[in-house]
């Protein structure tokens, strides 16, 4: 019964007060922590008047021999440029290639020429449409990692790059940027 007095002295006095300061700086951090990660998973690179974001590429099989290649290339300049030439450590060779349907069947060729950026425009390379061809894979990209590659525009010059390797069945939609 000693414990009587203290009681009715707390339900008299109220509460004492709590100390929220480690709660709010849990919650800051965490808050943080969570604002960091669309960072971490979109990244970009620029050059000249050009900024490259996202690349990304899928991870192969074993034994695959061709991998692809996605990005957006943003143009903030008054001027077009042209993607050029792709080069990488990943593969023997690196190619610009567009996807299509034609009466009702899909091709995919290599672009001849390179690509036009156009000024104040934006092109996305991604699925099912303009992409890069790693062929002749020196090693099999996976899951996680990222690999170099150097981009080269006709008037920005060069640029090197790293792409994101995401799962088998990704389909990029990491960069909420790309509502083409």
Not at 1 to 30: E, V
Not at 133 to 154: D, H, I, N, S, Y
Request: hydrophobic share 45%; proline share 7%.
């Amino acid at each position: 019964m000693s414990n009587l007095p203290n009681a009715r002295a707390f339900a008299l006095r109220g509460a004492p007060p709590l100390d929220l300061r480690p709660i709010g700086l849990a919650m800051l951090a965490l808050l943080l922590l969570f604002a960091c990660i669309p960072a971490a998973l979109a990244h970009e690179f620029k050059v000249g008047d050009l900024q490259i974001e996202h690349p990304w590429s899928r991870a192969t099989p074993p034994g695959a021999k061709v991998a692809g290649g996605y990005f957006t290339v943003v143009n903030k300049g008054s001027a077009a440029d042209r993607l050029l030439s792709i080069s990488s450590d990943i593969s023997d060779k690196a190619e610009l290639h567009e996807m299509g349907v034609k009466d009702g069947v899909m091709t995919m060729r290599p672009v001849s020429g390179g690509l036009e950026i156009p000024a104040g425009g934006k092109v996305a390379l991604k699925p099912g449409a303009y992409h890069l061809m790693f062929t002749g894979l020196k090693r099999q990209p996976k899951q996680g990692e990222k690999f170099p590659a150097t981009l080269t525009f006709e008037k920005a010059g060069s640029v090197k790059i790293e792409f994101a390797v995401e799962g088998m069945g990704e389909t990029g939609d990491m960069d909420m940027d790309h509502d083409e």
